[in-house]
């Protein structure tokens, strides 16, 4: 996800990925290999993604250089399609709305449905790596639970509340093969992609391959 400029339980399963964030970060990017962005219209971008079932070294790199990616393109969370990778993972390094610092990443990420009560509609602005330049007001709740792995495979849970809950839908929507255009109307998505057209990405992106 671009940077803004502008039935749940409680359980210990939640992940405290709020300690340590700038060394941990620091330490995945420095190991990392920046790698370009996939853009709408990539057709890695518009499918669901495969499992993942292996937790080795190549799973570790992967995270590194998507690490490193997401912070050369000054994002706050990235899923693997994005540097053309088919698999289920995504990163982030995103505050919440009381300017929290969360960094982490989830391996086969799973929204829970929360009761209605528990949350509401948050409308602000949403952007993407994926469409650079581009932002659209889209409604989503204020407070997301995602389930997974980490990255050695170890079952996991994440809570997000506002600008973080965002990021844990948008990059779990990325990995089931659905971009934050998708959710928007059509007069909407027209205008988003418009932007994008007339704007210049800050970071490296892929062509999109020739229709056959």
Request: hydrophobic share 35%; charged share 30%.
């Amino acid at each position: 996800m671009a940077r803004q400029d502008t039935d749940e339980r409680v359980s210990d399963e939640f992940i405290d990925d709020t300690q340590d964030c700038a060394e941990r970060e620091l330490a995945h990017r420095q190991r990392g290999t920046v790698r370009p962005i996939t853009v709408v219209g990539h057709p890695m971008l518009h499918r669901e993604c495969q499992d993942v079932t292996e937790f080795d070294g190549a799973l570790a790199s992967l995270v590194d250089d998507m690490f490193a990616s997401q912070h050369a393109a000054e994002g706050v969370g990235l899923a693997a399609n994005q540097i053309g990778v088919d698999l289920k993972v995504f990163v982030y390094d995103c505050p919440d709305d009381d300017g929290v610092r969360h960094v982490g990443v989830v391996c086969n990420p799973v929204l829970v449905e929360l009761p209605a009560e528990s949350r509401v509609l948050d409308d602000n602005n949403e952007g993407c790596l994926s469409v650079p330049t581009a932002w659209a007001e889209l409604g989503r709740p204020d407070v997301a639970v995602v389930r997974g792995q980490d990255a050695t495979g170890k079952p996991i849970a994440v809570r997000g509340t506002g600008y973080f809950a965002r990021c844990l839908q948008h990059e779990t929507d990325h990995l089931h093969g659905s971009l934050y255009l998708d959710r928007l109307s059509k007069r909407e998505r027209k205008k988003a992609l418009k932007m994008m057209a007339e704007g210049t990405p800050r970071y490296e992106t892929v062509p999109n391959p020739p229709a056959a």
